[in-house]
């Protein structure tokens, strides 16, 4: 059944009051697709539904779907239907959701949890956004060195439903401070009877509760764990953080990079969901930005208007000159950028970096020249002269162009700037610029304009 | 310590012959960071500090590091050392490092794999490239559904060394058809004497065997498990595929889309591993399919040769209006490819898509040519009808291009391309000929010539 013959299914029962079926239907589905299904839905059909869900169920789809629907549903909820999902929900998520909804709903989700729970929720808020502690969950099991094998496992049975992750469990002293961890594998293949402090992994990674949600992504990639302990100045644990919610990181990230590369505001909304407004105003900053920059090209047009006024024929290369330009430096600035993103190049690197691409510019120039050369005689019949000139311009235009492609996101990220504004629109607006400038000069010297 | 500290302690402790305290040392170490640090070690070194780790933790760092060093340390292992390290490799990863090696290297790996392995080798290494087949585990926990709990936990002690995931364990029938699954969670919060089918999850999500991975990195993301069946089209359980390898396919697939998108066939080679002419085999092609492209625009320009001879300051705005073109049409082609990679947009919703991009090109076109006619009146100060003709252009260049860059990647996929080929390079050159038209079009027709 696809998605939308499963959609028609649900409201076709619903509509015939089939209303046993049609909970049978849905518990035998998954969170995550009951979500998917309920955002086609007309809206009033949507409580309904939900109320049907078991209990369990129901918080995960809460979780599960998107914001404009969890606050329809809020709204809709009674008080003690509001009270059953928040206390089902997974301390991590409930923050989630906490920072996307608008301040009375805010209001009656922290009335409808239990004081430990506002705590909590409290405590998370008051990381700032995109560092580790915002994305933590504070529900994990703790055990102590002296406990035995079995008595974690009994600790793990009275507290593991409410827990996030119960695979990876940590050992904490007095002062909250983190000694180790054992994972659940490490206590099913251990003797009953062994000390948690003898079979404990002792060399720990984790991150500080402000480092950046970008490198603890980048170290669960790394290391492939399921969960990372996130400490405080004092080395005591203060949360953990699940490969799901790494996962959501690394998707995040990676949309960021790309939308920066193609000039516009990152934003963490879904396309879909952006109105039209909002998304006119992630883009016209740059659009704007680099129409001003091109002022500059327009310049040196302006200033070699006379040479262009006798020699028509050099304007219909322009737009060649230009694109291929930005394009060549838009490879090798792409390129780094993600480089830099995977930690596969380093500030370090920047002279072998270059070294590279200016021999790959040299390689791609000739072959483009060779390649514009022939075209030029043969197809567009151009004077040898006027050919030899374009021909020259590209060669230096490529490696000027992949040379400031290849460096400029280096040195960004070295003071400190996102290198991802780096790329294709960027370096683009500096290579038109100085690609006329190459073409004019060369031009007004060989044909003695 | 530094990566760098870290590396020339190491150095200098192996110079000096202090070998037990170097062992220390590593030992201490995770197998991702010893990995790192090898690399920067010059290849003389590299098999000495190799045989000083502990045989579990050599058999990791193998896993971790990249393939021209597994290359080396292969060559310089006697034949009991790679057994050692095959034999303690799993699945998934020997089938990795096989992929990448020398037709030689691998005979070798597969000479001293147990026959056992070496069936399960050729097993995964038959299905596709890119499929889920290709980058499963045969290593999983099944159990039978008439078990108890406390024999499934018998099983898991006797077998879970072996496997590369406990955590999630699946029930099969004797035909191998998978019938459901048991997390360790669930086995630890049920009475040991409970049966397996009585507390088996049997709502199932899984992959089929030439699913492509892209799909199966999509399914974890979207439900957040840490491990997904892989069955047959019979319904029989072949493997498993766990989150790190999922997160592995997520990333490289972004790699991916940003490669495309920056007009570079993508490849799985990171940057400072690939040669130069390597990189230029990458590359060419697609500047000199762009560069061919854009003599369409210089036919263009040709064709209005005598327009632009008599208004040469007509030339002038000719980068900037094809910049703006190329960057406004480049923003909405790769947000959309973005939103078709993570399934938020869709076929269906081309028109809907379209819609908004026209609305936002509007609102952008006319605030670009408000500032733009304020610049070219006081700053460039050319003449009002000039200006006129360059701010009418720019509205309907960026209209045209936002519409056509929205539109053609989800028409590319919708045929079978990827889309992520109708990024900006593509969309420019497009572009930039329509803008040209236009521009030219307007401007005979004001100025008369």
Not at 86 to 105: G, Q, S, Y
Not at 221 to 237: H, I, S, T, W
Not at 323 to 336: C, I, K, L, M, R
Request: aromatic residues 6%; negative net charge.
């Amino acid at each position: 059944m696809t998605e939308n013959e499963l959609t028609q299914k649900v409201l076709s029962l619903l509509k015939e009051r089939r209303l046993s079926e049609l909970r049978g239907l849905l518990s035998e589905m998954n969170s995550a697709d009951i979500a998917a299904m309920l955002e086609d839905v007309p809206e009033n059909a949507l409580p309904i539904l939900f109320r049907l869900l078991p209990k369990e169920l129901a918080a995960d789809t809460f979780v599960d779907m998107d914001g404009d629907q969890q606050e329809l549903l809020i709204l809709s909820f009674s008080d003690t239907e509001l009270k059953d999902v928040v206390d089902r929900m997974f301390l991590d998520d409930t923050v989630d959701i906490i920072e996307e909804m608008p301040a009375n709903v805010v209001k009656r989700i922290i009335k409808h949890s239990t004081p430990e729970m506002r705590k909590m929720i409290n405590e998370v808020l008051n990381y700032p956004k995109d560092c580790a502690g915002s994305i933590m969950t504070i529900e994990y099991i703790s055990l102590r060195k002296n406990m035995t094998v079995s008595e974690a496992f009994d600790r793990i049975r009275a507290t593991g439903v409410d827990k996030e992750t119960i695979y990876t469990c940590y050992v904490t002293g007095s002062d909250r401070r983190l000694l180790g961890l054992v994972t659940v594998k490490d206590l099913l293949l251990a003797e009953s009877s062994a000390l948690i402090e003898d079979i404990m992994e002792t060399n720990l990674i984790y991150v500080g509760t402000l480092e950046d949600k970008e490198i603890v992504a980048q170290k669960f990639d790394k290391y492939g764990f399921l969960a990372m302990p996130v400490v405080d100045n004092e080395g005591r644990l203060v949360g953990i953080v699940t490969v799901d919610d790494a996962m959501d990181v690394i998707q995040e990230e990676a949309t960021e990079d790309i939308e920066m590369m193609a000039a516009i505001t990152p934003t963490d909304k879904p396309y879909m969901k952006t109105g039209v407004f909002e998304t006119w105003k992630k883009r016209i900053p740059w659009l704007l930005l680099l129409m001003i920059s091109a002022t500059f090209t327009g310049k040196i047009i302006q200033h070699y208007e006379a040479a262009l006024g006798t020699y028509v024929v050099l304007t219909m290369f322009i737009p060649m000159l230009m694109d291929t330009g930005g394009n060549a430096g838009g490879q090798s600035s792409v390129t780094v950028i993600r480089g830099l993103s995977l930690r596969e190049i380093e500030y370090r690197d920047v002279l072998r970096v270059l070294g590279k691409e200016v021999l790959v510019a040299l390689l791609c120039g000739v072959t483009l020249a060779a390649a514009g050369l022939l075209k030029m005689l043969f197809v567009d019949r151009v004077a040898l002269n006027v050919a030899l000139i374009v021909c020259a311009t590209l060669i230096l235009t490529v490696i000027f162009a992949k040379g400031v492609g290849c460096t400029l996101p280096i040195l960004a990220k070295r003071i400190g700037f996102d290198p991802a504004v780096m790329a294709s629109p960027f370096i683009t607006t500096i290579v038109d610029a100085i690609s006329l400038m190459v073409y004019f000069n060369i031009a007004t010297h060989i044909l003695s304009i």
